[in-house]
């Protein structure tokens, strides 16, 4: 068996994190790593404490569900809340940030953001190399 590279090892741990998502229309998982070391996780679900998609279904808006905080996020939560430095950081997604998580992770000094699928919104491709973040398609990538 081969040893996968960190992105790959990284990006599987996201897909496992994954697991925990309480949407019904997409699971996504995050982890915010720095220097090989995971700094946070995070997936998409509702806010702590409410009722998730998978028990009371989801909550639509202009086709998009807005009962749940997004993977990344939830990551930036997580890191927030245990005071967790996650400048110069790299996230690990199962799917590339939509364009609010995008705007969180630039502002949140994310330097790197990999990914395992392109979901939905260009704007993040022209706007990566003006703001200092490397974007990284793990489908481009050998493991």
């Known amino acids: ?3 996968p590279s960190w992105d790959f090892y ?3 741990l996201a897909e496992h994190v994954s697991t925990r998502a309480t ?14 070391n995971i700094l946070a996780t995070g997936y998409n679900g509702s806010i702590k404490g ?3 998609c998978t028990d ?7 086709g998009h569900c807005v009962r749940t905080v997004h993977a990344e996020a939830n990551a930036i939560a997580q890191a927030a809340k245990n005071g967790v430095n996650i400048n110069n950081s790299t ?3 199962t ?3 939509c364009w609010n998580c995008f705007k969180l992770l630039a502002n949140a000094g994310i330097k790197r953001i990999c990914y395992l699928e392109f979901y939905q919104d260009d704007r993040i491709l022209n706007l990566a190399d003006q703001v200092g ?11």
């Open 1 to 3: 068996m081969t040893r």
């Open 10 to 12: 990284f990006a599987r």
């Open 23 to 36: 949407c019904n229309r997409k699971n996504v998982g995050a982890v915010i790593v720095r220097d090989h």
């Open 50 to 52: 409410q009722e998730h």
């Open 56 to 62: 009371v279904d989801c909550m639509m808006e202009n």
């Open 91 to 93: 996230i690990y997604t």
């Open 95 to 97: 799917a590339s940030p």
């Open 133 to 143: 973040i490397k974007l990284v398609d793990l489908r481009d990538v050998e493991d």
